[in-house]
């Protein structure tokens, strides 16, 4: 979850036992994790990632599969009399 001044990473689909927050004001490079530094910053974090899963974490995704098949395949399929 990233906005102008922080990025939260975090593995969303499993509980993550290394989160990260970078400051990117002072550490435009993102490499000094400062999580443990800022519990606020994280709470306010991980609250945004969750309502944009609309879950609380670790999130159930399910995975969408789409089984037509691509346009480039059935162009292909045509091309060859398939």
């Known amino acids: 979850m990233r906005d102008d001044e922080w990025n939260y990473v975090v593995t969303v689909h499993q509980e ?3 989160p990260e927050l970078y400051d990117l004001d002072d550490d435009p490079e ?5 999580h443990d530094q800022y519990p606020e910053v994280v ?4 609250c945004r990632l969750e309502a944009v899963l609309g879950q609380p974490l670790p999130a159930q995704l399910n995975e969408v599969c789409d089984p037509a098949p691509s346009s480039m395949a059935v162009m292909l ?3 060859l009399g398939r």
């Open 16 to 18: 993550d036992d290394a």
């Open 30 to 34: 993102e490499r000094t994790n400062v």
């Open 43 to 46: 709470a306010k974090q991980r």
């Open 77 to 79: 399929q045509k091309r």
